[in-house]
């Protein structure tokens, strides 16, 4: 690609190479954290948003490696500035971090359009802060590149391998049904969690990395290499060294984040065995991009895509085993004739020409076309039905082939506080063929949308033996969850939809073959039902909560804010009298 003509003039320019007391006064306190004067001028300068924080443990490290991207900056005769971005993690944020995700993209946009910057370089870390980041890069639209984090070093407890959040899970269940005792518990905590980075697991950290690489933002090979590796700095490198040459070729998200390569990160989602939050995450970031992206998408363009990576939840294996596989353009060459090869990288080649040929170094991690570790069409599916009009999603692979066509009475929570009690009472009356349903767990009703959507099963039944049941909720779960677990019910209870309107003892109907779910009402009895429905109260509603509550939009359109959507290039803002 042709570099940039060196007299187009930079953004930076308007504040750093202005005259009189505007351009002393930016010139002048910028000096003051010790930079020379000749680096004002004609240098493309370049931001690096770093979601940082001690609050954050996946994103700890990110502070480090800023100074790799600095060092590439540097060297491709660029001028970095790095700043901080919200952190968020799963690991301690209450409610849910997705509750803050729209707001650190609506802070990171507006950081980019308030400062002279040419470029960005995104540092992220655990899943929300990846999306929030590409969201505010599409907006924004500014030469930007995305660094994630990398994930933790593998963990082993007494021999075997464990991997985050998922064997959480499982061992969270084996104590309530007593196979575990909370001493090895809590034993195993320092096994699950090593080091810096994010979950070992194809959860939903790993799979947003994956699939900012398929859409191009990031560089290919990045995105499964462990936190802790020297390749992880490396990459650093190069990324700051590339966002000085995108902005030198004016290359910007908007030519980037096409229908080709939101297509490709769908199939790439379903060929990793990825998260379901990848559903509303990639919706929210193709809105901003202004590309034509629908729920039902995610089922059409999956179905012709077999799983071919085997990590834990969906398989056996951990990140680090799937970098040294060849990591992601190993599992993209596999499915190349299901591509669009000529969407652009941030590299400013096609993506056909960054995955030709990209070996596969090991067959029991990265399984191949042929033999795939899923047949076609074991990803994320999309339910309709009188109980999900506006959609629904279940991750098949995560599923039980035996609950795929399941009719049970209906168990219904109104709270997950309520639901726990009920599955700890040792007086249970709750059977294995029920369904279990748990509602006011959506945007609005949370509010936030929490990862809760992996609802325990009755510690009766754990007892007994039983390990699933079909559970639904208008919530989200982990991405490193497992189970036959119907979520994103839109639209949520919390405005009404039909999922407000069930009670205990209806008999609901899944069957993921016609991609239906359905409670067997009439519409005359839902809509005698809709009478005295009445919305759920809220506790000290104000401030951010608010706002949130006020502007999101359904989990089918991304939940996102309805006055952030679309695409708003930065220019240069007034500057001040």
């Known amino acids: 690609m042709p570099a940039q003509s060196d007299s187009r003039p930079l953004r930076s320019a308007a504040w750093f190479e202005a005259t009189g007391k505007l351009g002393f006064y930016h010139r002048s306190h910028t000096k003051s954290e010790g930079f020379p004067s000749d680096l004002f001028t004609g240098r493309p300068v370049i931001g690096i948003a770093a979601s940082w924080s001690e609050l954050a443990p996946c994103n700890v490290h990110l502070h480090d490696l800023a100074q790799s991207v600095k060092a590439g900056i540097w060297e491709a005769g660029g001028f970095p500035f790095e700043f901080p971005t919200l952190a968020l993690g799963e690991t301690l944020m209450r409610p849910t971090a997705m509750l803050y995700r729209n707001l650190a993209a609506m802070e990171i946009e507006e950081l980019i359009r308030s400062n002279p910057l040419d470029g960005v370089v995104f540092l992220t870390g655990c899943d ?8 505010a890069a599409a907006s924004a639209d500014v030469p930007s590149i995305v660094v994630t984090g990398g994930p933790m070093m593998n963990g082993r407890f007494r021999g075997v391998a464990v991997g985050s959040g998922t064997d959480l899970w499982r061992f969270s269940e084996d104590v309530r049904a007593g196979a575990m005792t909370a001493e090895d518990f809590v034993a195993s905590e320092v096994c699950v969690s090593r080091s810096n980075g994010h979950c070992t697991t194809m959860g939903t950290a790993s799979t947003m990395a994956c699939l900012v690489e398929a859409l191009g933002l990031a560089l290919p090979g990045s995105a499964a290499v462990p ?10 490198h190069l990324a700051g060294r590339r966002c000085v040459e995108m902005v030198r070729e004016d290359l910007r998200p908007s030519r980037i984040l096409t229908r080709g390569s939101f297509e490709n990160a769908v199939r790439v989602n379903v060929a990793i065995g990825g998260s379901t939050n990848a559903v509303v995450h990639l919706l929210a970031m193709a809105a901003r991009a202004c590309v034509p992206l629908e729920l039902d998408d995610f089922d059409r363009l999956g179905r012709d895509v077999p799983t071919l990576v085997n990590l834990k939840p969906t398989g056996q294996f951990l990140m680090e085993e799937f970098a040294a596989a060849g990591g992601l353009p190993a599992v993209m060459s596999e499915i190349s004739d299901l591509l669009d090869l000529d969407a652009l990288s941030v590299t400013g080649r096609t993506v056909g020409e960054e995955i030709a040929g990209a070996p596969c170094y090991d067959r029991s991690v990265i399984a191949s076309r042929d033999s795939p570790l899923l047949a076609p069409g074991r990803g994320t599916v999309v339910l309709h039905g009188n109980l999900c009009p506006d959609g629904a999603v279940l991750k098949l692979s995560a599923a039980s082939e035996s609950l795929l066509s ?10 997950i ?7 700890d009472a040792d007086d249970s009356q709750i059977e294995a063929q029920d369904v279990l349903v748990l509602r006011n767990a959506g945007p609005v009703g949370y509010p936030g949308m929490p990862e809760v959507g992996n609802l325990p099963l009755p510690r009766r039944l754990l007892r007994e033996g039983i390990r699933d049941m079909v559970r639904i909720s208008d919530a989200r779960m982990s991405g490193t969850s497992f189970g036959t677990v119907v979520l994103h019910v839109t639209p949520e209870a919390a405005t009404g939809g039909p999922l407000a309107l069930v009670k205990t003892g209806d008999r609901i109907t899944l069957d993921v073959a016609s991609r239906t779910l359905n409670v067997e009402l009439t519409d005359d009895e839902l809509a005698e039902r809709t009478k005295s429905w009445s919305a759920p109260v809220v506790d000290g509603d104000g401030g951010y909560a608010y706002l949130y509550r006020s502007h999101v939009l359904q989990a089918d359109r991304g939940a996102d804010f309805d006055f952030l959507v679309g695409r708003r290039p930065v220019g240069v803002p007034r500057p001040p009298t």
């Open 227 to 236: 936190a802790v590796d020297a390749a992880r700095k490396v990459y650093a």
């Open 417 to 423: 506080e309520e639901l726990n009690a009920a599955m």
């Open 128 to 135: 929300k802060t990846t999306p929030a980041a590409v969201m």
């Open 406 to 415: 399941h009719t049970g009475k209906a168990w219904v929570f109104d709270s």
